[in-house]
Antibody
Framework: VTLTESGPALVKPTQTLTLTCIFS??????????LAWIRQPPGKALEWLAR????????FFNTSLKTRLAISKDTSKSQVVLTMTNMDPVDTATYYC???????????WGQGILVTVSS | QSALTQPASVSGSPGQSITISCTGT?????????VSWYQQYPGKAPKLIIY???TRPSRVSSRFSGSKSGNTASLTISGLQADDEADYYC???????????FGTGTTVSVL
């Protein structure tokens, strides 16, 4: 299983961030597909943001960021999209996409994408 | 949901054993046997090393082990090696409302 994040490296304050995670190695027929977004500000800890479950389209969000987050899936493109509105410099972080496996574990992770919020 | 509490840093000499604690609450660590641990090298993505409190993926060295008592989970690294120098994060399932919480992270140094 491989996950690859993509998106802008730089966004301005108040703008909306859109990140894409393309995955491979998962079967829509045979695998339980649950994908999550996690971020990590420079030098700081990991923070879980959101999760989407492929089969039933259930979505879960970090309650402290819920009003700013949206997550969606595109089966034809094997990708999941995260949007975060009203970006602020404190949102500067490396954003990771990860598969959520049985046991509620994040494995594997994408390589991450550093997003800087600055005017 | 507050982050799980880990010591900021732990150090040890080569060959020694060290233990990293991860303290949560009765709503997360204490309520579910769904604690996992991740190793992260600088500039790299985290990698899973322990899940479901004590289970180690086959690719992970047996020098890594996990345990839990009450609201505190622990990661022990035995036979410390230079390659173990990294950041370590715990994570726990916390219920359907906000399913996941991470720890504050611990930097391991090999003296």
């Amino acid at each position: 299983v491989t996950l690859t994040e993509s998106g802008p490296a730089l966004v301005k304050p108040t703008q909306t961030l859109t990140l894409t995670c393309i995955f491979s190695g998962l079967s829509f027929n045979n695998d339980v597909i649950r994908l999550a977004w996690i971020r990590q500000p420079p030098g700081k800890a990991l923070e879980w943001l959101a999760r989407i479950d492929w089969d039933d389209d259930d979505k879960f969000f970090n309650t402290s960021l819920k009003t700013r987050l949206a997550i969606s899936k595109d089966t034809s493109k094997s990708q999941v999209v995260l949007t975060m509105t009203n970006m602020d410099p404190v949102d500067t972080a490396t954003y990771y996409c990860a598969r959520v496996r049985s046991g509620e574990v994040f494995d594997p992770w994408g390589q991450g994408i550093l997003v800087t919020v600055s005017s | 949901q507050s982050a799980l509490t880990q010591p900021a840093s732990v150090s040890g000499s080569p060959g020694q054993s060290i233990t990293i604690s991860c303290t949560g609450t009765s709503s997360d660590v204490g309520n579910y046997n769904l604690v996992s641990w991740y190793q992260q090298y600088p500039g790299k993505a985290p990698k899973l090393i322990i899940y479901e409190v004590t289970t180690r993926p086959s690719r992970v060295s047996s020098r890594f082990s996990g345990s839990k008592s009450g609201n505190t989970a622990s990661l022990t690294i035995s036979g410390l090696q230079a390659d173990d120098e990294a950041d370590y994060y715990c994570s726990s399932y916390a219920g359907s409302a906000t399913p996941y919480v991470f720890g504050t992270g611990t930097t391991v140094s090999v003296l």
